[in-house]
Structures are given as C-alpha cells and as structure tokens.
C-alpha cells in the first residue's frame, strides 16, 4: 500500500530532504533532532534563536521523482498560505515559509503543540478512557474541536479539515485540544483551482463522499469528528470496518450523546447535521452569534428576519450574498433551519445561469423543498384569438400569461405546453421560445410570460400545466388558426385591413419579407401581382434593409400615397467613392417619384464627414430630382475606406443605406497646389 503523503512515521533514518540535525535554516532556525516523516516531507524539532521558542520544522522530500516532488511542493506552499491566514488557539502558528530554487530546498517553520496525542486513549492504549464519567470528557473534547471546526468553517473562504483523526489531535497538558496538521485541509473557493488539491482521507474516518471521490463541504469534518467521539467512547477502531458502527455499544457508553453521534454519523450527506454549529447545540447551550447587518439598521438574527428582509427588502440583503458574508453568518447559526440554507444557496451556485443576479440565486435557495402554495394566475382563461396558420412558420403576437405569488417565501414554478396536434404553443424565456418555462418567484412577487402560438385552420382549445412544489394548476386556451399575419398590434387578414397608424408596422412587414412568410400570404389572398412582384424583389437583393422599405413603400402606397410615397434612388448602390482628406467632394443622388402625389425628401445623417446642404426638396409626381451631399474628411483623417450611414425621411418612411467613400492622405503636392490656386 502507498503511504499517505500525509501520514507521519518515526524512524531513525529520514529520507533525503537537503538538511539534517544540528543545520541551520534560514539563518535563525537550528535543527535539533527527527520527528518523523510523511510521504511527502520531513518533520523536524527545531530551537528559534531569535526567541528561544521550540519549533517545528517541515522540509519538502528531496528523492521523489520531478512530479511527485511538485506536487509536495504545492501542497507545502498551499498550507503555508493557510496557516498564515487563521489564527486560533487549537491551531498551529505559521513562523516563516521559504523555497530556495538554488539549494533545492523548501520548508516552513510552524508553532509546535506539545502534548499527548488522543491516539493515546484509544482502544491501542492503555491510558483508555474507562472511568464512569468518561462520556462527559469526551463530550468536552468534542465541544473543542466543534469551536475550532467551527472557526474554520467560518472563514471565507472556508476551510475543511479534511483529516480529521486522533493521531493528528493533541492534548495539552492543561487540557485543551488542538490540531497540529491542516496538510490534506481544503478551501471551498467561489472559483476552484483547474487542479485539484488531492483529497486525503484516512478510510474509518473519512466520510462516504470523501472515500467517493464526490463533492464535499463542512459535514465531511463533521463525520470525522463523529468517528472520533465514537472511536473514544466505544474503544472500538474504526479503520477495521470503515462505516460500519456499533450503536448498541454507542448507546451503552454514552446515551445522552447517541442521538448527537447519530446525526453527525448519518452515511448521506444531506441526512447529517447541516454545520457544526447546529450539530453543537445539541450536546451544548451555544450562543447566538452576532447578529448579520445589512445596512439601514436592519439586522438579521433568526430565519423569521432572513424571509421577512428577502420580502420586505431584498436588495438590502444583495451585498451580503455576494460578498459571502451570509455564508459566513449561516455557518455560525445554531439554528438546522438557517444552517441548512447555508447548503442550500451553495446548491443554487452551482445550477445558476451565468450572469445571473445573486439575488435570484438567494431566492432559488429560499424555496422550501415542498412550496405547495395557492399559485394565481392571470388570466384563468387565455383567449390568444387569431393566429398564423402553422405551415407559415410564424408565430402570433405574444399574449402575457402572469403568475403572482401569494407566499412569505419564495416558489418555483414551471410552466409546459400540453402538446397538441392542432395547434401549438411555445413560451418565450430569454428571447427564446421554449415548450417549458422554470423560475422563481420572490416573496409577493410575479413573473409574466409571454405565449405565441400556430395552429391550422379552424378553432382549436388546449390547456396550460403549471406546477408549483405539489400544486398543479390547468390553464386553458381557446385560438383560431387563420390565413392572416401579425403586423403591428393586430393580426390582419388582408393587406388593406392594415392600420398604418399603429407602431412597428414596417418592422413586422420587413421580418415577413426576411423570412419569406410575406409572398406566401399574399398570394393566399389572391394577391397574385403583389406576391410576384415580392418574390422578384427577394431574388434580386430585396433582403438589404432599403430594398425591402421600398418594396414596403410600394405595397402599402395604394394605402396612404402621402405618408409611403413610391420612390426610387438612383446612385444608393454607388460604388466606394475616392476622397482626399482636407477636400470637399460633392456627390448628387438622383431621387424619382413614381407615385400621383408629390412627397418631400430629407437626408439626415449624424456623421462628421458628411454635410447635408439642403433639407425639404420637394419631388413632383412622375418627376426626378438631384439631391446634393458633400463629403469633407477634415486634413488629417485616418485613410482608409468607411462605410457613411445616412437615411432618407419621406412621409412615414426611413430609408437606410450607405455611402461607400475611401479617404486618401493628402499628399505634399496636393498642398502646393491648392496655395497656388489660393484655395
């Protein structure tokens, strides 16, 4: 079997670490005699001359192979940075840490913890707890460790033990307990490492999801200290048969502690006690830590003030999830409900969005594992009226489908589409359109849906399934499949039922002319010249933005003549024009009205380089007028070619398009001659 890097042996013979008894490190810290060695560096008791202190020494194994040997290295420097970050009195002291490429040599000095180690009073010892109140003393013990852990747990990041054994437990000579090894600890970082620190555990005391290789948190210490507190009162070893325990010798040894060790011994995870704090409230009175300040002299103290802020004001408790400083409050609560949440709202960082708000993962984790609640919803009955006919490939208009939260807490819903043969309904989440939907609901909150629907022809009816925690609620729908489009904020059955005055009426033709729908539906109202006359369009480069307002302009001009006037621009299709910075180029665009009615004409552009001279020409009917627009790049534009956006206003019409120009250094010639010419 390989050695545990973390296993310390005594020999008399070390294995090669660069340095033996009597050298002297760092200047300051004389070696003085072995005491012991790991699979992966070498201990040993040192005298601090500069304060006459006896420390500890841990020096990195000079005879692994290059790899074995980085990874001693990384796991030195990773507890060094450790150590330098905590401060407790059952936790050892960083002195000094040090990696000399040179020499080969790294090492750190600690605070060594003289004592007895608690190995001594297992069932290998003959200093054996057997006294009556032997259950009381390790009750004691317990409640030491349960601080310390507790402190570590509470760090932020925290910090699991992760090896957590009586042999690496000491006992001082005035009683008090400390750890003296934190090489196989752990740090639930927000962002963890790409390589992950090797996960050591000694089988017996380590528990399931340790051995597992699954992921761990706090309440793997707290089953080691478990192990330990079983291992104490019953004397029996637990590395013979890993997880497997002795209740009716618990019990016999210690019956008001069974149902503790119970609780911390419990194989699942999510079935064990949630934090040590929680798990030492009940071998103990345990005070209240301080309470949580979220700003504007609101404090949290109890699960009754978390729901009632993340209610009342829940963007005052924001900074606080974000910064961990309500994980850190969670881990000291003695409250199951509160240390519970701790895990909770961990679970929910894990399965967020990315980007998502802290908050909505705060309320993700408020959820109670049953929110059944009484769910409203608005409307009861959704009438979503006409909708496109299925081939066409387009969807309705969307139509709001709101969910209100009745609950002091928050509730997930989700929210699926029957399916049905004659029509088909989607739910738009994210700018996507989903047959399901999930969310969360704040406390007296809501979350509106939009739904779209297809359908073919005739009238169809389904239903909504909305699930809440064990509420289901059914929402049904009634819709009719017709041979018409949505335009605007109404769905129209013809062209000449088109109301222009509603807003977006161009974007919603132009997205129909994009996707083809438009001919498709013209020529299913007898349309037969319009629908001809949009395929010719769409072949010949009808898709650019300004191909397809004209064609716009042409269909709805039989409508309104004045507000979508029938033009025609000749020279938008320009090759890129060539312009010398410091010079003035006129360009005209020739603009044709072939419509019965005259129109007015602006250009209107917010770019530098260009100057629109004239505004508000009028174009007679049947009739073509020139339309001037100088370019001036200033003398010492950048060269290159630009693309120069301007548009056309004309009645209710906005032509895009560009101008192509290439600006050109303006060489010295140039300049000569243009002061011989006095211009």
């Known amino acids: 079997m390989a050695d545990n890097p973390h296993q310390t042996h005594r020999l008399a013979t070390p294995p090669a670490c660069g340095v033996q008894p009597g050298d002297l490190l760092g200047q300051r810290f004389q070696l003085i005699n072995l005491l012991g060695w790991g699979g992966q560096a070498v201990v040993f008791r040192a005298l601090d001359q500069s304060t006459g202190e006896r420390i500890a020494v841990k020096v990195v194994r000079t005879d692994l192979p290059a790899p074995a040997y980085q990874d001693a290295l990384g796991v030195l420097r990773w507890e060094a940075r450790l150590l330098q970050r905590i401060q407790h009195p059952a936790l050892p002291r960083l002195i000094r840490f040090e990696h000399d490429p040179a ?161 911390a011994l419990h194989p699942d995870p999510e079935q064990r006690a949630p934090t040590v704090a929680a798990w030492l409230a009940t071998i103990t009175d345990v005070d209240p830590p301080e309470p949580l300040s979220v700003g504007f002299g609101v404090q949290l103290r109890s699960y009754t003030d978390l729901t009632k802020t993340a209610r009342q004001h829940p963007r ?49 984790a408020l959820v109670p594992l049953n929110n059944a609640v009484a ?189 979508y006037p029938r033009l025609v621009l000749h020279g938008a299709e320009q090759r890129r024009l060539d312009v010398i910075a410091g010079e003035r180029v006129r360009f005209i665009y020739e603009i044709e009205n072939t419509g019965e009615y005259a129109c007015s004409v602006s250009f209107v552009s917010d770019n530098p380089l260009l100057q629109i001279e004239q505004t508000g020409l009028v174009v007679p009917p049947m009739s073509v007028i020139e339309y001037p627009v100088v370019i001036i790049p200033p003398p010492h534009h950048p060269p290159g070619p630009y693309d120069l956006s301007l548009e056309l206003w004309s009645g209710d019409l906005v032509l895009p398009f560009t101008l192509p120009v290439r600006v050109l250094a303006r060489h010295w010639w140039q300049r000569w001659a243009r002061w011989l010419l006095g211009e």
């Open 103 to 263: 020499s080969g040599r790294t090492w750190l000095a600690r605070e060594v913890i003289e004592g007895v180690p608690l190995a001594e009073w297992t069932s290998q010892s003959t200093h054996r707890l057997a006294s009556p109140h032997s259950s009381d003393v390790v009750r004691d013990w317990a409640i030491q460790i349960s601080q310390m852990l507790r402190y570590l747990h509470s760090l932020n990041p925290p910090v699991i033990c992760g090896d957590l054994k009586p042999a690496n437990l000491i006992r001082r000579t005035d009683g008090t307990l400390a750890l003296i090894d934190l090489g196989a600890a752990q740090t639930l970082t927000l962002h963890p490492p790409q390589q992950a620190r090797p996960r050591f555990g000694t089988p017996g005391y380590a528990p399931p999801e340790q051995l597992g290789g699954r992921e761990m948190d706090e309440r793997a210490d707290l089953f080691s200290l478990g192990v330990v507190c079983y291992e104490l009162l019953t004397g029996i070893d637990p590395t013979f048969a890993p997880l497997q325990f002795d209740w009716l010798a618990l019990t016999a040894a210690a019956p008001a502690l069974a149902d503790a060790m119970r609780w």
């Open 316 to 364: 005052l408790i924001e900074t606080s999830i974000e910064q961990r400083t309500l994980d850190a409050w969670l881990a000291q609560q003695p409250d199951p409900q509160l240390a519970l949440l701790l895990h909770r709202l961990r679970a929910a960082r894990r399965t967020a969005k990315p980007q998502q708000r802290a908050l909505d993962t705060f309320y993700a």
């Open 375 to 563: 769910l409203r919803v608005i409307p009861e009955q959704l009438e979503l009226g006409a909708v496109p006919l299925r081939h066409w490939r387009i969807w309705s208009k969307p139509r709001q489908l709101t969910l209100l939260n009745p609950a002091p807490h928050p509730i997930r819903y989700e929210v699926v589409c029957v399916p049905n043969r004659s029509s088909d309904l989607r739910l738009i989440q994210e700018d996507k359109r989903r047959r399901s939907a999930t969310g969360i609901i704040p406390p007296g909150g809501s979350a509106v849906l939009a739904v779209v629907a297809t359908a073919t022809k005739g009238q169809h009816q389904g239903t909504l399934q909305i699930t809440s925690g064990g509420q289901q609620v059914q929402v049904g729908y009634t819709l009719e499949g017709v041979a018409g489009v949505p335009v605007g904020q109404q769905f129209v059955r013809s062209l000449d039922a088109i109301s222009l005055a509603q807003p977006g009426v161009l974007a919603d033709l132009e997205a129909l002319i994009e996707r083809g729908v438009l001919a498709r539906w013209l020529r299913a109202q007898g349309n037969k010249q319009q629908a001809a006359m949009v395929e010719r369009a769409s072949r010949s480069g009808g898709q650019l933005p300004l191909q397809r307002c004209l064609l716009i302009a042409t269909l709805l001009h039989p409508l309104s003549p004045q507000r």
